[in-house]
């Protein structure tokens, strides 16, 4: 049931825009709804950055993986545990850009004894970054259908992405290479039990989508072609809020572009938002100073006096000396009371 309902809801989603855009509603599909699917990416990504942003972190708290800055004879890992913002630059560039913590990701199983052993997972590292620079790719190459001129790197993108020109219209290798990154990275959760076990709808819905919106731009390049002219037309209309629809589009089209804007409206509310959250994870944007900067936590009230561990001692100090608790110092000792004098008349 967990990848049932996400699949049977992509592929009513599909027919849902095929059969709208057969009954005239190519305004919906095409003007309506992207650009309402625009307003709630935007809107819901800028609450969700805002929020995490206004959330106090009271102490430091990196991932450290390596040495600290201590002792200047002891070589400090200046990118697994910086101590200073540009090493923080450095392990965020390298997180974001080539996923540096999912490369270091082991993977524990247990085999004869029974014993536990940790082996390299590099296969992941590997799918995940297939799969978003094959994203990136794709969305770069489909400027050129939004702006008029297109920026120079389109042409040159497009032409190393299609070197292998197979064929009329040419290959894309980014095509290929989302769809094998989609496929290998839901056969993991279909065939590891343990990540089976643990993934729910949530996280089958974005592949299935994803899937679909893939495999429904190559239908339109390879076999079941669109007008690319109106298309074209369209899509600098949407960029610049004039759009107008021209002509009769393929019904494929607007599933393509429906399934576009279900997408970034479901964004900001699926884990999808990790690419934004990854820039407010106190464990990676934090640099390891503790030991060179003191850190105040932002929720002391400051009409509360400190109450040291010596205040608290001297509060306390008879119950705990009565409980046989450690103390720092002991009771004063009390004074003999000097016997009273015989005032009495011999």
């Known amino acids: 049931m967990k990848i049932l309902y996400p699949f049977v809801a992509v592929i009513g989603l599909m027919l849902i825009a095929y059969f709208g855009a057969q009954a005239g509603l190519e305004s919906l599909f095409g003007i309506v709804i992207p650009y309402l699917a625009i307003t709630i990416f935007i809107v819901g990504f800028i609450r969700k950055v805002v929020y995490w942003a206004k959330s106090p972190v009271p102490f430091r708290i990196p991932t450290t993986c390596g040495q600290a800055n201590s002792l200047p ?104 290479i989302i769809l094998l990154g989609l496929l290998l990275l839901f056969s993991r959760r279909i065939f590891l ?59 494929l089209f607007y599933v393509h572009i429906f399934l576009v804007s279900t997408l970034l409206a479901y964004f900001p509310f699926s884990k999808l938002m990790h690419m934004g959250g990854i820039f407010m994870s106190p464990t990676r944007n934090l640099a390891n100073n503790s030991r060179m900067v003191r850190h105040i936590n932002p929720w002391n009230d400051p009409a509360l006096k400190p109450h040291s561990y010596a205040d608290y001692e001297d509060e306390f100090r008879e119950v705990m000396v009565e409980a ?23």
Not at 244 to 250: C, D, M, T
Not at 324 to 346: Q, R, Y
Request: aromatic residues 14%.
């Open 324 to 346: 046989n608790l450690p103390v720092d110092k002991g009771l004063p000792v009390k004074e003999e009371e000097a016997p009273a004098e015989d005032t009495a008349a011999e």
């Open 73 to 176: 004879w002891i070589k400090q890992n200046k990118i697994e545990c910086p101590s200073t913002t540009s090493g923080v630059l450095k392990r965020m560039f390298l997180e974001v850009v080539l996923f540096r913590s999912l490369f270091r990701n082991t993977q524990a199983d247990i085999y004869d004894g029974p014993k536990l052993r940790y082996g390299s997972s590099k296969y992941l590292w590997l799918f995940a970054l297939m799969f978003h620079y094959s994203f990136l790719v794709i969305i770069m190459r489909h400027m050129r259908l939004f702006t008029d001129p297109m920026p120079f790197f389109v042409p040159i993108l497009d032409f190393f992405d299609g070197f292998l020109q197979i064929g009329t219209p040419p290959l894309y290798i980014s095509d290929l």
């Open 193 to 251: 039990p343990k990540i089976k076990y643990m993934s729910l709808p949530a996280d089958y819905f974005p592949l299935f989508l994803i899937f679909a919106i893939a495999s429904t731009g190559c239908t339109m390049r390879f076999w079941d072609r669109v007008d690319v002219v109106n298309i074209k037309h369209l899509a600098v209309g949407l960029a610049s809020f004039h759009p107008v629809i021209i002509g009769k589009l393929n019904p």
